[in-house]
């Protein structure tokens, strides 16, 4: 029998919290999604709260204004965004066809003379039976089921914002929400000054990321979509947006935004140097942003360790695909600021830091 004081039974214990946490962020993915964002919202959102406050605005007003001032923006992107989506949806089966098309012509360009001849006749006869098939009929039902289901992510998207701007506003709204919740397992005065202190810090530490990260990627989505609209690129203000969302995942939002402009300018242009040039572009961009820009701007206090982002980036994607990639880092920049501070947590924050720095 297992003593209830044995290490073995507190470590099967910590086990299986962490699996029934884990098991539990899963299956209600749609519930702590929204909170998880909003309150990184509010983080953002504390520093120009502090300021109006400073101001002599009141706290309430202030929230309102700040809360009013995203939902703006967020539905005047989605406004204009909207028509760029739309005809994306619209035209994804003829991109679809057509990148098919321009990969089989790629290959062929790359065959033997003498080989080429039998490969035509071979896509001839299965153009023929493809003609004569009943299936292909099966692609034109097809189609507006994509339609259907990009329009009910559509609105499954729209209603996880609208609930996420709101919970974020009711905490911006609250006097000190995250600082009662970082006092209550604390019994001591001291030990509550102590985890006040710490949690200011944490505070102020991720809100200055996430700001500076915010207005990073921003300027890098007009770059890019300056750079596609010169390079020839259809709807360079949407991929624009597109690349500034992907910045917010390191390593995988870049790789998946060069596929994309891969896939678009295969499409789009005939030539090797015109299929390249954009993501080429981009990505010269993105490693002049990601090494010199955000290191100098962020500032080294949040630098953590690539191996720390990749396991949060497989762990938090796993968990809640898109939204999970999205605040993942945000999550390692809590909590190396909190082991930063906190003299338990040490051996976590040297794991969490670049080895550079020890």
């Known amino acids: 029998m297992i003593a209830f004081d044995s290490l073995l039974f507190r470590t099967l214990a ?8 884990v098991a539990a962020l899963v299956l209600a993915r749609a519930v702590f999604v929204p909170i998880f964002i909003a309150l990184f919202l509010a983080i953002v959102l504390h520093l120009p709260l502090a300021a109006m406050q400073k101001a002599g605005v009141p706290r309430l007003l202030s929230a309102l204004i700040l809360t009013l001032t995203v939902a703006s ?10 028509g760029p989506t739309e005809r994306m949806i619209e035209n994804y089966p003829d991109m679809v066809r057509q990148l098919r098309q321009k990969i089989f012509t790629l290959q062929l360009s790359l065959e033997e003379a003498q080989e080429v ?12 039976r493809a003609l004569e098939d009943e299936n292909v009929e099966e692609v034109v039902v097809r189609e507006p089921n994509f339609l259907v289901r990009a329009a009910s992510n559509f609105a499954s998207t729209v209603t996880t914002i609208v609930i996420t701007v709101t919970i974020a506003g009711f905490i911006l709204a609250m006097r000190r929400p995250f600082l009662t919740i970082a006092t ?12 006040a202190r710490v949690w200011k810090a944490v505070e102020a530490q991720v809100s200055h990321y996430l700001l500076v990260t915010t207005l990073i990627n921003i300027a890098l989505g007009v770059i890019v979509g300056i750079i596609l609209w010169q390079l020839g690129v259809p709807m360079p203000i949407f991929w624009g947006a597109v690349v ?12 998946i935004g060069v596929g994309l402009l891969l896939a678009v300018s295969i499409v789009q242009f005939d030539t090797l140097w015109q299929v390249l040039a954009p993501a ?5 961009v993105n490693f002049l942003e990601a090494n010199f820009v955000t290191p100098n701007l962020v500032g080294r206090r949040t630098n ?3 191996l720390a982002i990749i396991l949060s980036l497989l762990v938090w ?3 809640w695909g898109f939204a999970g990639l999205f605040i993942s880092v945000p999550m390692l920049v809590v909590l190396k600021a909190t082991a930063e501070k906190t003299r338990s947590l040490a051996a976590l924050h040297r794991m969490l830091s670049p080895r550079a720095r020890h």
């Open 14 to 21: 910590a086990l299986a919290l962490i699996f029934a946490v």
């Open 73 to 82: 923006a967020i539905a005047a992107l989605i406004y204009f965004l909207s």
């Open 117 to 128: 001849g039998k490969a035509i006749s071979d896509v001839g006869e299965e153009v023929s």
């Open 184 to 195: 209550i397992p604390h019994g001591t005065m001291g030990g509550k000054l102590h985890a």
């Open 244 to 255: 500034a969302f992907l910045n917010y995942m390191p390593f995988v939002g870049p790789a």
């Open 280 to 284: 080429a572009a981009y990505m010269a």
């Open 304 to 306: 953590i360790a690539p």
């Open 317 to 319: 994607g796993w968990m």
